[in-house]
């Protein structure tokens, strides 16, 4: 068996993908794109992904790309450790809550989003960093809402009392809040469910900062 993973260590994206490998117990390589060079748009990248992003998987010659269908091709190919509820309301619940960051906030502060808003609307650092904040606030905001909401099935996660695909999104969700320095006394659920997250090895094995490549592990 061969998994190789193409991410880059300050991918959100690839936080999520490297997370769920560890959950489950999954052996894998990681080869980092260096983004801020531009390796993405070469030849041998365009092979792998046409996008032009990461993360990307290739498992046993499958290339998969986008990290919620990765996620989901894991907990399907791979069905220890499962990362969705067995339930079909469990487990829409648990899309629906990782949807929340990955499909709604993180598109929008990505590095070529805000090299967009700098080059072609000439905002400064300030602007996009008011820009990021704006969105993963009313994120956090509609995350509380739902983990409080009366009969959820949240418990120590975000959906029962185990780690879920819900909570692999929340933990980057949380990454992305701190590094834009966004408000997180509005939801304090979400920060208790995260902080419980990170304590995880999982977790905390894969946070951006802790992979080659990042300016800590320099």
């Known amino acids: 068996m061969s998994v190789l993973l193409y991410g880059n260590w300050r ?44 993360p990307a998987l290739n498992h046993n010659g499958a290339l998969i790309t986008q990290s919620s269908a990765i996620l989901e091709y894991l907990d399907e190919a791979f069905t220890e450790t499962p990362l969705l509820p067995k339930d079909a309301v469990g487990r829409a619940r648990v899309r629906a809550l990782a949807q929340v960051s990955i499909a709604d906030t993180h598109p929008l502060t990505v590095l070529r989003v805000r090299k967009y808003l700098a080059t072609e609307l000439s905002l400064d650092d300030a602007a996009q960093t008011k820009w990021a904040r704006h969105w993963l606030d009313l994120s956090s905001v509609a995350l509380e809402a739902h983990l409080n909401a009366k009969g959820s099935a949240t ?11 819900a909570d692999v999104a929340l933990a980057s969700h949380m990454i992305g809040v701190r590094f ?11 920060c208790e469910i995260t ?14 900062t802790k992979q080659p490549g990042a300016p800590a592990a320099a």
Do not use: W
């Open 11 to 54: 991918s959100l994206a690839t936080y999520r993908v490297r997370v769920a490998l560890k959950l489950k117990n999954i052996s894998f390589q990681e080869t980092m794109i260096d983004l801020p060079s531009g390796e993405h748009f070469g030849e041998a990248f365009n092979s792998i992904n046409p996008q032009h992003a990461v």
């Open 155 to 165: 418990g120590l996660f975000a959906h029962g009392d185990t780690p879920t695909l």
């Open 180 to 190: 834009f320095g966004a408000n997180t006394a509005i939801a304090p659920k979400l």
């Open 195 to 208: 902080e419980r997250c990170f304590a995880l090895p999982a977790f905390s094995e894969s946070e951006p």
